[in-house]
């Protein structure tokens, strides 16, 4: 039983951190995606308040 602790407790750590990883790198992908958008729709925004 302490065997397989010492052995499962690194395979678990890896695979969370692998886990943590992957959700960032998809968060990150998601808000490279979505955050230009936004920003030229805020900017298109401001241009026509400005404009009229």
Known sequence: ???????????????????????????LDFNDQILPKRRENYLYIQYLVQNN
């Open 1 to 27: 039983m302490d065997q397989v602790g010492r052995v499962s407790l690194p395979l678990a750590t890896f695979a969370i951190a692998l886990f943590v990883a992957e959700i960032c790198t998809r968060y």
